[in-house]
Each structure stands twice: as structure tokens, then as C-alpha cells.
T-cell receptor, first 115, second 118 residues
Framework: ETGVTQSPTHLIKTRGQQVTLRCSSQ?????VSWYQQALGQGPQFIFQYYREEENGRGNFPPRFSGLQFPNYSSELNVNALELDDSALYLC??????????????FGEGSRLTVL | AQKVTQAQTEISVVEKEDVTLDCVYETRDTTYYLFWYKQPPSGELVFLIR??????QNEISGRYSWNFQKSTSSFNFTITASQVVDSAVYFCALSEINYGGSQGNLIFGKGTKLSVKP
């Protein structure tokens, strides 16, 4: 069974640029959630995708957007990067819609530094 | 509003000591889930336990135990006979129970960094 994989693991961007982060969900999972974890803080929910549609969003501006593909992998896109976007971005996969369906399995994250 | 507070920022113990990590939560929901996750230096969050608000029984899994007290809105985590491999950041989290909406909306505390020294 393949776990959740994320790429790239580390990247450096400058303010104003755009970034795309990728996530392959665990085999058999059809839901992907994205979280932002600033240094020394707990993860914060960005949004979730279920069967290729956004299924819930946290308090993040529209410049944070995402996609889910037919194979359930996902992308997180951030436009017009700001210094405060520097964080560890975590992807989690799970099966089913609604919180009754099992636990979230997290990847190791993509660490983004914005200069 | 939902909120999770982990008042202990860092804890340091010597191997074989018992240690308790505190978690206090706030929610207006009458039904909810509580979680504990472990985050080793590699970064991924490792699921430890999920408990729903209907079940206040304490749970033990090997050296780990959890004490859920709805009356004090607490869900504390105890590691018995700690080991160096237990060193990590531990997060407590809360989510609503829903039947079709977003599953992913976990509200995390700020975490407690546990260092176990040999």
C-alpha cells in the first residue's frame, strides 16, 4: 500500500511568484485535504477535495486554489506569494465524504520559503 | 467558535518517566470528534487516536492512554515509561461530526514538543 506522497519537499520562491504543490493520495482514497502549518503552530485547514470538487474551505483567500484529478491526486496553487505564506504544506488523504469515514493519512509535507 | 488549547509548549523528561500532555477544547457542537496526532521531525502527522463525544471511556493502547472528560472539556494523553523514540510534537485536534460535508476540517492546537532524554 503506497502512502501519501508530496512534491517537492522543499522549495524557495520570491514574493509575488506563483507555486504549485502536488500530492498523490493513498491507494483507495478519494478525498484530499490540504493544511498550512506555520513554524511553531498547528496545521490550519485550507480546503478539501472530494471526487474532483471542492468540499469545504477554511479561512484562506482566493489566491489559494486547488485541483483534484480523476486518479484522486491533487494540486495546491498559491498565486501572488507573500512572506507569510512561508510554511509547511501538508496533504492528507482519506476515504469518503463526511467525518464518519476514517482517519486522515498525512504526507511529509512541502516546505515553502518565500523571500 | 471551535478552539483547542495545548498549554504546554515544551516538555522534557528522562527516559522511563511517565508524561501527560494536556488538551482543552471549546466547541458549541454537542457531537464532535477529538484526535491526537504525533509529528516526528520528518514532518508527517501520524494518527494516534480518534474519540467521539458520545464515548467517554478512557482508552489504553500499550504505553499510551487517553483520559476524556467531557465535564472539563479535556482530552489528555499519557505516555507511560517514555522512550527516546517518543520525542516529537504532539497535536490535539477537534472536528465536528457531519454526514456529508467537509471531513477535513480539523481544528488543531499549537502542539506540545516532547523531548525524552536517555
Amino acid at each position: 500500500e503506497t502512502g501519501v506522497t508530496q512534491s517537492p519537499t522543499h522549495l524557495i520562491k520570491t514574493r509575488g511568484q506563483q507555486v504549485t504543490l502536488r500530492c498523490s493520495s493513498q491507494s483507495g482514497h478519494n478525498t484530499v485535504s490540504w493544511y498550512q502549518q506555520a513554524l511553531g503552530q498547528g496545521p490550519q485547514f485550507i480546503f478539501q477535495y472530494y471526487r474532483e470538487e471542492e468540499n469545504g474551505r477554511g479561512n484562506f483567500p482566493p489566491r489559494f486554489s486547488g485541483l483534484q484529478f480523476p486518479n484522486y491526486s491533487s494540486e495546491l496553487n498559491v498565486n501572488a506569494l507573500e512572506l507569510d505564506d512561508s510554511a509547511l504544506y501538508l496533504c492528507a488523504s482519506s476515504y469518503g465524504q463526511g467525518s464518519l469515514y476514517g482517519e486522515l493519512f498525512f504526507g511529509e509535507g512541502s516546505r515553502l520559503t518565500v523571500l | 467558535a471551535q478552539k483547542v488549547t495545548q498549554a504546554q509548549t515544551e516538555i522534557s523528561v528522562v527516559e522511563k518517566e511517565d508524561v501527560t500532555l494536556d488538551c482543552v477544547y471549546e466547541t458549541r457542537d454537542t457531537t464532535y470528534y477529538l484526535f491526537w496526532y504525533k509529528q516526528p521531525p520528518s514532518g508527517e502527522l501520524v494518527f494516534l487516536i480518534r474519540r467521539n463525544s458520545f464515548d467517554e471511556q478512557n482508552e489504553i493502547s500499550g504505553r499510551y492512554s487517553w483520559n476524556f472528560q467531557k465535564s472539563t472539556s479535556s482530552f489528555n494523553f499519557t505516555i507511560t515509561a517514555s522512550q527516546v523514540v517518543d520525542s516529537a510534537v504532539y497535536f490535539c485536534a477537534l472536528s465536528e461530526i457531519n454526514y456529508g460535508g467537509s471531513q477535513g476540517n480539523l481544528i488543531f492546537g499549537k502542539g506540545t514538543k516532547l523531548s525524552v532524554k536517555p
